[in-house]
């Protein structure tokens, strides 16, 4: 069915079968310098769902911002139906100073749904609540690991939320774990609008994985080929296996300060008892083994050289046997 109703997002229409970048602009650097976080908006003529693709909530997280970059210029973003709205850098601020929070010193992923009188955050994040959300059937937002922290390519989603999992099956990350919405969270804000939220891990802060992004592209592909919405031009990538769900896992933390030596198993099965990583000191005094305290998948790994005692190092799922839960 052809559709006729225009679509406006922040006083700009769309009309049916048009492809438009909206310049939005809240405030303006200390400068007075203009800074526009650029709204990209491509429509089918047929009716359909509209799904929203976001990286840069954080702005030293560029993998998320290179994923949505490859949806616009490999042009996977043109659907057979429906809209696909791409906002690669929500985050422009701290994109354009390499931090992950805002000029005002906070997390943009902890103030949904936003004030319209509040910070510059709140103020950003009441934007994107009140003008684009509302017209959002579905949506993934792209994220990556913050302090060095390498995520291995990964779908969270809230638990006990079936249409959810549907989806995250159909994208088919490597993994996929239940995590519980944060309040102040974009998904937080999305999932109680109603709109069907994906979250994508992958990657570490201020790096871009070409593995990782691949991974990112591909489950895209996949995830707008279960909506009908791929373009017949695109070739979905099949994944060899499905996601491995992750209900239960936990955080290893270093014991010591010094210098951190990874043996590098982020993304591997483990067996209980398997050296993950070594810390020791520039002076050669002493050597501590890091040891996995039970079997399971190594989901994310400290990449930093240097770490103090109480820091995360490794996230490992509580699996029993690889492949299962």
């Not at 791409?86 to 949904?112: A, E």
């Not at 003008?131 to 690991?145: C, K, L, R, T």
């Not at 549907?166 to 239940?178: E, I, S």
């Not at 895209?220 to 695109?234: E, G, I, S």
Request: proline share 5%; net charge positive.
């Amino acid at each position: 069915m052809k559709n006729t109703k225009p679509m406006v997002i922040f006083g700009e229409s769309i009309l049916p079968g048009e492809n438009k970048t909206i310049q939005l602009e809240i405030a303006r650097l200390h400068t007075t310098t203009k800074l526009t976080i650029p709204i990209i908006v491509r429509r089918s003529k047929v009716e359909g769902p509209v799904v929203l693709f976001s990286g840069g909530i954080h702005g030293d997280e560029f993998n998320g911002i290179e994923i949505v970059r490859q949806l616009i210029s490999k042009k996977i973003n043109k659907p057979k139906r429906g809209t696909i709205i791409c906002i690669p850098i929500i985050n422009i601020y701290g994109f354009i100073n390499r931090s992950r929070d805002f000029p005002d010193g906070r997390d943009l992923n902890r103030v949904f749904p936003g004030s319209r009188k509040g910070s510059l955050a709140s103020r950003f994040a009441y934007h994107i609540m009140n003008d684009i959300v509302p017209i959002v059937n579905y949506a993934i937002d792209f994220h990556a690991g913050g302090a060095s922290r390498f995520n291995v390519p990964q779908i969270r989603l809230s638990p006990n939320n079936p249409e959810t999992q549907q989806l995250a099956d159909a994208f088919n990350a490597p993994f996929t774990l239940f995590s519980k919405n944060i309040s102040g969270s974009f998904r937080n804000s999305c999932e109680k609008l109603n709109v069907k939220m994906l979250l994508f891990e992958g990657g570490k802060s201020l790096d871009i994985n070409e593995k990782v992004a691949q991974e990112g592209v591909n489950g895209v592909k996949r995830f707008l080929d279960y909506l009908d919405m791929l373009d017949t031009k695109q070739i979905v990538e099949k994944q060899q296996k499905p996601t491995i769900y992750i209900e239960k896992s936990g955080w290893l933390r270093a014991k010591c300060s010094g210098l951190l030596i990874d043996n590098n198993f982020v993304g591997q099965f483990v067996k209980k008892g398997t050296v993950l990583g070594m810390i020791t000191d520039p002076f050669g005094k002493f050597e501590r083994k890091i040891k996995a305290p039970n079997d399971g998948y190594v989901i994310n790994a400290n990449h930093s050289p240097i770490v103090y005692q109480g820091d995360a190092i490794y996230h490992l799922s509580n699996t029993t046997e690889e492949g299962e839960e």
